[in-house]
């Protein structure tokens, strides 16, 4: 049963470049929520997507952009890269289904800007 | 204020100590309540979710105080491999969005 996979594993751009991230779900799930985890914090909600929707946002300016495709894996997109940027994005899957809510996250994706 | 706080420790610990870390969350009416673990440099996975009555998992115990606002997580028996930093998660009340706390750091001294 494979697991939430992401891509790349490491990046490393120049600030103004533009990024896209990549997300594989877990088996049987069809929700998608990607994740910033700057050094030394907890991960900060980005926004979610199920059926092929944003449903639900966090407080993330529009530089932030995502898509969710049939398959359900999902992109995150990041354009006019800010140093503040750098950080670990992850990505968890969910099936809402699920009473219990839980979420499964992807090894996650290190970006770092320079 | 935020949505979840954590004291962030860290915490050195002795092998075979009990220790407990506590969370508070600000929105009264968030109904879901987790525990992840993380170690370094890698993904959060889930440890346990937490029910209003409380709830064990071998030497974890986790426990809700809805009216203080206040989640609770007791490691009993402390091992080398319980190093890590534990995050608290609370669901919202409305929608799907989840507020992780910054993590409290265990060490476990051998």
């Known amino acids: 049963d494979a697991g939430v996979t992401q891509s790349p594993t490491h990046l490393i751009k120049t600030r103004g470049q533009q990024v896209t991230l990549r997300c594989s779900p877990k088996s049987g799930h069809d929700t998608v929520s990607w994740y910033q985890q700057a050094l030394g914090q907890g991960p900060q909600f980005i926004f979610q997507y199920y059926e092929e929707e944003e449903r639900q946002r966090g407080n993330f300016p529009d530089r932030f952009s995502g898509h969710q495709f049939p398959n359900y894996s999902s992109e995150l997109n990041v354009n006019a890269l800010l140093l503040g940027d750098s950080a670990l994005y992850l990505c968890?899957?969910?099936?809402?289904?699920?009473?219990?809510?839980?979420?499964?996250f992807g090894p996650g994706t290190r970006l770092t800007v320079t | 204020r935020k949505e979840v706080e954590q004291d962030p420790g860290p915490f050195n610990v002795p092998e075979g100590a009990t220790v407990a870390f506590n969370c508070t969350y600000s929105n009264s009416a968030s109904q879901s309540f987790f525990w992840y673990r993380q170690d370094c440099r890698k993904e959060p996975k889930l440890l346990m979710s937490v029910y209003s009555s409380g709830n064990e998992d071998g030497r974890f115990t986790a426990q809700l105080n809805r009216a203080s606002q206040y989640i609770s997580l007791l490691i009993r028996d402390s091992k080398l491999s319980d190093s890590a930093t534990y995050l608290c998660?609370?669901?919202?009340?409305?929608?799907?969005?989840?507020?992780f706390g910054t993590g409290t750091s265990l060490t476990v001294i051998p």
């Open positions: 968890a899957s969910s099936s809402p289904d699920s009473h219990s809510y839980e979420q499964y």
């Open positions: 998660v609370v669901k919202g009340p409305t929608g799907n969005q989840f507020y």
